[in-house]
């Protein structure tokens, strides 16, 4: 995945979405990303899952509380989510998706700039989002280790790496 | 000064000092995979064709589905056992033998370790002075391969305790008390580290409760020091520390904390339904009719759980209108208890004790709670779902509170069973 400027259009979420309403445990039998896209965020409205494709995520405060199932983070990647930016995280989740090569930002502040259907860019090495107003959003910058990680694809694509399998 | 999370983080990374907010790679000492998010990353592992360098230090627990309730559970744990066999994993725990995290803390897990499991609940272990957290699958599979993991050093945050525990209240009431000032997120990333003079009013089973439920708060892991209590512990598991060696996990000295709880004022708090945060003191839900109630789980299914549950039921009997349902935390606590007068007493007070595992906390066996029931809890979590039915009321409480509320048949305050 390259990295340097990711663009998208925004869809707003709220605080608290849980690792439930993203996928529910009903899913779990499956992990295949595509087959658990057609139900991502499906617990917050039957007619997300088609509605994600090339979307930025822009949400509140402790995005992906709840369990440590990875299969939330596929079925966000199966829907063609592109980024994640929040006010904050709950942390498995964190990891979870840097792992599987979803860029996840924290941006506190940012749920009130932006509105459904915005276009926004992420510029990773400014550590910047251009809003649509033209103003640059700062956010802390996200560590080379992890952008490393998931420019690579992910933890197991570094794995393969690391340990000569590609 | 330098929280105990640190510093365990900078000598497992092979530095002498870190700071929060560092992104370091430590090496792990010990993996737990559990038959729930296990598939995944033996998954992982089969696509990648790569060896276990350390299939030794790998702990593989068929405890979410234990017995299994269905063929596909039943499948999930042919392939867990075939894959210990394949990969030459020499600990899995079959179905009967308990939860992950209570079997760890029976003399697997030491002070000092950096230990990983794909459960939330892995914070547990951080009552033994150990760095404990949960994660997702592909990072247990990436550990079992490398032995190592990277981290962000988590930001701690400092809960002084002092006073002392009264004999009525417990760890989860604590840790019920704390969570409700926090709130769900109020720990999110942080390292929780409880010090001050009221840990020597904390036995290992309070604490063990409080690290574990301390994930509810969003944290990353809890820890306790190094002292007379912890080593006391392994002392009785048979286990000598090497003290000398540990030294840097004893009490830091800190000079400004984040919070102070005197454990002198903690009283029998309830979680309301749908999140342990939720918690309130037991007076406001008093009286709230129960269908069903649990001592059971990582967080309050230990023989110490038990044992005030057997002290408050002796002689009395569960109301006709409650099931109450004991499951303990693992073939070891079920023994003792067995041996020690404790599952008599339950039985012939009308509970049902079920073989070891996580039961119903999970919502996949021994007691899902239906439609419309109300349940009240010693488990780890009371959100939307989790236990069985989403149309279910769950409050969760300590081993004592339920106890008492299943001999009225409603939530009740256990001090009137603990003079």
């Not at chain 1, 996928?23 to 007619?47: F, N, Q, V």
């Not at chain 1, 840097?98 to 992420?122: H, Q, T």
């Not at chain 2, 003399?107 to 914070?123: M, N, Q, Y």
């Not at chain 2, 979680?271 to 129960?290: Q, R």
Request: charged residues 25%; aromatic residues 6%.
């Amino acid at each position: 995945m390259d990295l340097k400027l990711i663009e998208g259009e925004v869809k707003v979420l709220g605080d608290n979405i849980d690792t439930d309403v993203i996928l529910p445990g009903r899913y779990l039998i499956y992990t295949d990303p595509e087959e658990l896209g057609k139900h991502a965020l499906e617990g917050l409205d039957p007619d997300l899952p088609t509605q994600l494709k090339g979307k930025i995520i822009v949400a509140g405060r402790n995005f992906g509380c709840g369990s440590s199932r990875e299969h939330a983070v596929l079925a966000l990647i199966g829907a063609g989510v592109k980024a994640i930016v929040a006010e904050s995280f709950a942390r498995i989740f964190y990891r979870n998706s840097i792992n599987r090569g979803l860029l996840v930002i924290e941006a506190p502040g940012i749920k009130d700039k932006v509105k459904d259907g915005d276009k926004i860019v992420i510029d990773l090495e400014r550590s910047c989002i251009s809003l649509p107003s033209g103003e640059c959003f700062h956010f802390r910058p996200i560590g080379e280790e992890v952008i490393q990680i998931i420019e690579m694809g992910g933890l197991i694509e570094k794995l393969k790496r690391e340990l000569g399998l590609m | 000064m330098q929280s105990l999370t640190a510093r365990i983080l900078a000598r497992a990374s092979g530095k002498s000092k870190v700071e929060p907010g560092e992104v370091v790679i430590a090496n792990v000492d010990k993996i737990v995979l559990t038959d729930a998010t296990g598939p995944m990353a033996v998954d992982i592992l089969e696509k990648l064709g790569v060896r276990l360098t350390h299939p030794a230090d790998v702990y593989i627990f068929l405890d979410h589905y234990s017995p299994s309730p269905s063929i596909s559970a039943s499948n999930i744990h042919i392939r867990l056992r075939k894959f210990a066999k394949a990969y030459r994993v020499p600990n899995l725990f079959d179905v009967g033998e308990g939860i992950s995290h209570q079997i760890m803390v029976e003399g697997i897990v030491r002070p000092g370790e950096v230990v990983v499991g794909a459960d939330s609940h892995t914070t547990q272990y951080g009552a033994l002075a150990a760095f404990a957290t949960g994660v997702g699958s592909s990072e247990a599979a990436y550990a079992m391969v490398m032995k190592k993991l990277w981290f962000k050093v988590p930001e701690p945050l400092f809960i002084k305790l002092t006073g002392s525990l009264p004999p009525y209240a417990s760890g989860k009431d604590v840790i019920l008390s704390i969570l409700s000032t926090l709130g769900p997120d109020g720990a999110n990333y942080r390292a929780l580290e409880f010090l001050g003079p009221g840990l020597k009013s904390l036995s290992m089973s309070e604490r063990l409760t409080i690290a574990n439920m301390s994930v509810e708060g969003g944290a990353k892991n809890a820890i306790f020091p190094l002292d007379d209590i912890v080593i006391g512990y392994f002392e009785e598991l048979g286990i000598s520390l090497d003290l000398e060696r540990l030294g840097y996990l004893k009490e830091p000295a800190i000079d400004k904390f984040d919070y102070t709880v005197d454990l002198s004022t903690i009283e029998p708090m309830v979680a309301k339904p749908h999140n342990p945060a939720n918690s309130v003191p037991v007076s406001e839900v008093e009286g709230v009719k129960i269908d069903v109630a649990f001592i059971a789980s990582c967080a309050n299914g230990k023989y110490e759980d038990l044992v005030v549950a057997s002290r408050i039921l002796k002689g009395r009997k569960v109301s006709k209108d409650v099931r109450l349902i004991v499951t303990p935390a693992s073939k070891r606590v079920l023994v003792k208890a067995l041996q020690d007068g404790l599952i008599q007493i339950l039985l012939e007070a009308g509970a049902i004790v079920t073989p070891p595992g996580c039961g119903a906390c999970f919502g996949a066996n021994l007691g899902v709670v239906g439609d419309y029931e109300v349940a009240i809890s010693s488990t780890t979590r009371n959100f939307t779902g989790r236990m069985g039915s989403p149309k279910a009321q769950v409050y969760l409480a300590s081993p004592a509170t339920v106890a008492a509320s299943a001999i009225e048949g409603c939530i009740a305050d256990p001090r009137r069973y603990l003079r």
